[in-house]
């Protein structure tokens, strides 16, 4: 197979893998993960293996945001400033999606859809610099005027993301920090990470990591053609 050739087809080998991991991770959330305690939600608590992959790739997906920024900083490469758009679309997807599930979970354990505490404060807000993004690249019609103060913005925007991580672990908090040490190691909805969780989460994370590069190189691939069919026409009408 020449390297064109397996180029085209990678993209459909990462959809496909992303979808068998998908339906293992569903399966595994469900019939080999234990049920959580009823303080953390018991059978809703399976949202975790789901909502956790979300907003790792969610943030993971912004930093090829923010690095593709920088690449076009430093070259000027349209090539970059695609990967940046794209990479911010499957962003706003999976930040979403870490949002709805954290809801979800939410309503049971704290018998509240949404509470306005640091973290989530913190993550609402975020989501929205990030739909922000999506609106400054459409109010740009200069392709390179528009990469450069995206990808200024996007730096910005990455630079927030080590505080999400930390605003649960040294504020009082009702989020539980699953992971490392936190001064809400007794907060409402606190549960332990036993290894059948981690096998599960690490199955999930690899498949939402998947669809995430699956989704960012059919996008890039859109935003190509695009960009030729509108090389084309403006050709045509100057022809």
Not at 3 to 11: E, I, N, V, Y
Not at 206 to 221: H, S
Not at 223 to 237: D, F, G, K, P, Y
Request: charged share 15%; proline share 4%; net charge positive.
């Amino acid at each position: 197979m020449s390297s064109k050739s397996f180029k085209l087809a990678f993209t459909p080998i990462l959809g496909w893998s992303a979808l068998v991991l998908l339906i293992a991770g569903l399966l595994m959330a469900f019939l080999v993960a234990p049920r959580a305690q009823a303080a953390s939600g018991g059978d809703v608590q399976r949202i975790f293996y789901f909502h956790v992959p979300s907003a790792w790739v969610g943030f993971g997906v912004w930093s090829v945001t923010a690095y593709a920024g920088w690449r076009y900083l430093k070259t000027r490469d349209l090539r970059y400033d695609r990967i940046a758009s794209a990479a911010s679309e499957v962003c706003v997807v999976f930040i979403t999606m870490m949002l709805l599930s954290g809801m979800l979970w939410g309503k049971p354990v704290w018998n509240a859809f949404w509470t306005w505490e640091a973290k989530l404060t913190f993550s609402a807000l975020q989501s929205l610099m990030y739909l922000a993004y999506l609106l400054l690249r459409s109010g740009i019609d200069d392709p390179h005027r528009k990469a450069r103060f995206a990808a200024i913005y996007a730096l910005l925007g990455a630079a927030l993301i080590p505080f999400n991580f930390l605003v649960s672990r040294v504020l009082e908090t009702v989020h539980p920090a699953v992971f490392g040490p936190s001064v809400n190691a007794k907060s409402q909805g606190g549960f332990g990470v036993p290894v059948e969780m981690i096998v599960v989460l690490m199955v999930c994370l690899t498949a939402f990591t998947l669809l995430a590069w699956f989704f960012i190189r059919v996008r890039v691939g859109l935003l190509e053609r695009e960009e030729l069919i509108e090389t084309r026409r403006v050709a045509l009408i100057g022809s």
